[in-house]
C-alpha cells in the first residue's frame, strides 16, 4: 500500500508559478510510475504528466508542455510538479497518482494509488 500526500497548492496569477509535491509514505523509488492528473469543477479528471521510476522518461499533455515540469527525488520519495506561465484554464484540483507499472501513464486507469489531491487556483 502507497499513501500519497500532496501539496503546494494555492491562489497565483495567471503567468505565475506554483511547484506541487507528492510525499509517499514508502519507497517508490522501484518500478514505480508516478503521475500527475487533475480535476475542473464539472470536468472529468485529465492527464497532465507522467515520470518513470528513474526520472529518465516523462510525458505531458499538450495542455502543459512545455509549461510544467515533472521530476521525482527517490532519495525523498517525492514527485514534483513545476508548473510555469499559469493560466486560468490551469484551475482545478491537482493529483497525485502512482503505479507498479512500467508502461502507460496517461490514463487514469493505469495508477493504483492516488492522493487527496490539492487546489490550484489561477486568476486572471
Known amino acids: 500500500q502507497v499513501q500519497l500526500v500532496e501539496s503546494g497548492g494555492g491562489l497565483v496569477q495567471a503567468g505565475g508559478s506554483l511547484r506541487l509535491s507528492c510525499a509517499a509514505s514508502?519507497?517508490?523509488?522501484?518500478?514505480?510510475?508516478m503521475g500527475w492528473f487533475r480535476q475542473a469543477p464539472g470536468k472529468e479528471r485529465e492527464f497532465v504528466a507522467w515520470?518513470?521510476?528513474?526520472?529518465?522518461?516523462?510525458g505531458y499533455s499538450n495542455s502543459v508542455k512545455g509549461r510544467f515540469t515533472i521530476s521525482r527525488d527517490n532519495s525523498k520519495n517525492t514527485c514534483y510538479l513545476q508548473m510555469n506561465s499559469l493560466k486560468p484554464e490551469d484551475s482545478a484540483v491537482y493529483y497525485c497518482?502512482?503505479?507498479?507499472?512500467?508502461?502507460?501513464?496517461?490514463?487514469?486507469?493505469?495508477?493504483?494509488?492516488w492522493g487527496q489531491g490539492t487546489q490550484v487556483t489561477v486568476s486572471s
Open positions: 497518482a502512482a503505479t507498479p507499472s512500467s508502461v502507460g501513464g496517461s490514463k487514469l486507469s493505469d495508477y493504483y494509488y
Open positions: 514508502r519507497r517508490t523509488s522501484t518500478n514505480y510510475r
Open positions: 515520470i518513470t521510476w528513474s526520472g529518465g522518461s516523462t
